[in-house]
């Protein structure tokens, strides 16, 4: 991954810089951890991001396509008709902007002047004209999918509460039902064959973003404070990056490091 990983970004992506933006995802790191937010946002080192999973964004790019068929024509996806749910997908100018990673749905946000965006799956709206934010999800899983309660669901959940605020913010009628279209890949079949079969749910989710609005004024807060926040105790990342820090810094050797891409030697004080 090395290639795509930047540790040290440019002045102009961080904090204070002409293309920083507060995206979803950012609001979501503030909440899993401010001082991780704070390195990333305003120090411009980021977590090394993980592989790209490119299952997951074909499944979502023929979902944009499926549902994009009914939005032209102004019908009912089948699911809605299997759910027995009364609406269409929404058509607005702005829709493919909304979907953009780097552009989506933005608001400048009066109190901290700070842009916040974020980029969503899918938009559909009911008779009352009101906005129904879905989001597309896919996985492997046994059994059907038809709820989400586990722990770290929280992150899908408050992902839609962002999307429903910024439309609101954007002067929409928002209802509070979203839904999420869970493509379930199944393993019971015989053999591959070179397809996947997938079993397709909709599963409800009524939203509440009144966290929203303090979370922006809190990840301000933390933005403007020149003090670094204090790490989780219970996240081991950290100890275990201070302590090899440490080791490192009071190591007297330095290696030699054996691949043909990496620089022959380190030195110790550029690791940590
Ligand atoms: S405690 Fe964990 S999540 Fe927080 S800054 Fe350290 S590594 Fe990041």
Redesign the pocket.
């Known amino acids: 991954m090395s290639q795509f990983y930047k540790p040290d970004r440019g002045d102009r992506w961080n904090y204070g810089g002409a293309a920083w933006k507060l995206s979803r995802s950012k609001i979501d790191l503030f909440l ?2 401010p ?2 937010f704070y ?1 990333d946002n305003k120090l411009g080192t980021k977590r090394p991001p993980g592989y790209p999973f490119n299952l997951n964004s074909a499944v979502d790019t023929l979902f944009k396509k499926e549902f994009d068929v009914h939005r032209e024509a102004g019908t009912k996806h089948p699911i809605m008709e299997e759910y027995g749910i009364d609406v269409v997908p929404f058509k607005h100018e702005n829709m493919d902007t909304w979907r953009e990673v780097f552009e989506g749905i933005q608001h400048v946000h009066k109190a901290t002047g700070m842009t916040i965006m974020g980029a969503v799956d899918d938009i559909w709206v009911n008779p009352e004209g009101e906005l129904i934010v879905v989001d597309y999800k896919s996985t492997s899983k046994d059994g059907k999918l038809d709820k989400l309660d586990a722990d770290w669901h929280i992150g899908y959940k408050r992902q839609m509460e962002v999307y429903q605020w910024l439309l609101r913010q954007n002067g929409f009628k928002v209802s509070n039902t979203g839904y999420f279209v869970y493509a379930n890949a199944s393993t019971k079949e015989e053999a591959f064959n070179a397809k996947l079969i997938f079993d397709v749910t909709l599963i409800p989710y009524k939203g509440d973003d009144s966290w929203v609005e303090p979370t922006i004024l809190e990840a301000k807060a933390c933005l403007e404070d020149d003090r670094v926040p204090k ?2 105790d219970d ?1 081991d ?2 100890r275990y ?1 201070e302590f090899v820090g440490k080791k490192l810094l009071n190591s007297k050797r330095e290696k030699s490091v054996p691949t043909s891409h990496a620089p022959k030697v380190v030195k110790k004080e550029t690791l940590f």
Request: hydrophobic residues 20%; positive net charge.
């Open positions: 899993q951890c001082k991780c390195v790490a989780d996240c990342y950290c990056r």
